[in-house]
């Protein structure tokens, strides 16, 4: 048997290839949209339409299970009326150290899967008192301060438009009520001091964590529409005068699961398909 692609050494061979077992397993030959839960989010999962089929990701080639409380490191094949919908429930994060390839690998698998469109969410800490823990924020924007890039080489991609404007108007025509802001990404595993939190402020961040920037860059290099929600968990660190601890980003995803997922099911009917 010949075997798998490297996602370290051949990218886009790893992706067809990941593509390709996830079509055999759902019985799918392609997917519309993926969406990808971050912290907290998984229990959004089930709103978003009916489960044809789910599996493990670490038995599809080149991915490396989650290794991070809150993130089940699952895919599901889901359908929603005309849209077939992959859904990971759970990521792979760079503080893990099994490389940038191994965080943009699910991304990739879901645009060579087909998929046009992809959402990404996340649980992040806040910047602003009036955003607390349960808000929904549209993500306009990133900072990448991670000191990592998925792109190889002179891949000179352009980021001007990077977080759709038009899935951003969809998405508070459905919630007029969503805040909107710029999504700083540290490395990561450890949070923010506050020194750094007055940092993010001066460079006009609104939100932090520790995900999402990469996968975006990865999603549009191959292509795809994409959209950002952040759901606030916390405070950022100095802000409150308390700690910062990643059982309160659960406990903050686990209130806020009901309106998150609602909000994604509703979403998945209203994005335009096949616009890629």
């Known amino acids: 048997?010949?075997?798998?692609?490297?996602?370290?050494r051949d990218p886009p061979g790893a992706a067809r290839a990941a593509a390709a077992a996830v079509a055999a397993a759902t019985g799918q030959a392609t997917h519309d949209?993926?969406?990808v839960l971050g912290s907290g989010w998984g229990a959004a999962a089930d709103p978003i339409g009916e489960l044809t089929a789910e599996l493990p990701v670490d038995q599809l080639p080149g991915f490396a299970r989650p290794a991070v409380g809150g993130h089940p490191g699952t895919v599901r094949s889901v359908r929603a009326a005309d849209r077939r919908v992959l859904v990971f429930v759970g990521r792979t994060h760079l503080y893990e150290g099994h490389g940038v390839e191994s965080v943009v690998h699910p991304v990739r698998t879901a645009v060579a899967a087909g998929c046009g469109t992809v959402i990404l969410t996340n649980s992040a800490g806040s910047l602003d008192p009036s955003w607390p823990p349960g808000t929904l924020a549209l993500i306009r924007d990133h900072i990448n301060?991670?000191?990592?890039?998925?792109?190889?080489?002179?891949?000179?991609?352009?980021l001007t438009d990077l977080y759709s404007a038009q899935l951003r108007r969809l998405c508070q025509q459905l919630d007029p009520t969503l805040a909107d802001g710029v999504y700083v990404a540290f490395r990561g595993p450890q949070y923010e001091t506050p020194a750094e939190i007055a940092m993010v402020r001066a460079i006009?961040?609104?939100?932090?964590?520790?995900?999402?920037?990469?996968?975006a860059i990865a999603a549009r290099e191959g292509?795809?529409?994409v959209l950002g929600l952040s759901l606030v968990s916390n405070l950022a660190a100095g802000l409150t005068g308390g700690p910062v601890d990643h059982a309160e980003v659960l406990a903050a995803g686990a209130a806020a699961a009901g309106r998150a997922g609602?909000?994604?099911?509703?979403?998945v009917l209203a994005v335009p398909t096949g616009h890629r």
């Open 204 to 215: 006009g961040g609104h939100l932090v964590g520790m995900s999402t920037a990469l996968e």
């Open 1 to 8: 048997m010949t075997p798998s692609p490297d996602p370290v």
């Open 262 to 267: 609602e909000l994604l099911a509703r979403l």
């Open 33 to 35: 949209i993926a969406v």
């Open 145 to 158: 301060l991670t000191g990592a890039s998925p792109l190889r080489g002179p891949a000179f991609l352009d």
């Open 223 to 225: 292509g795809a529409t």
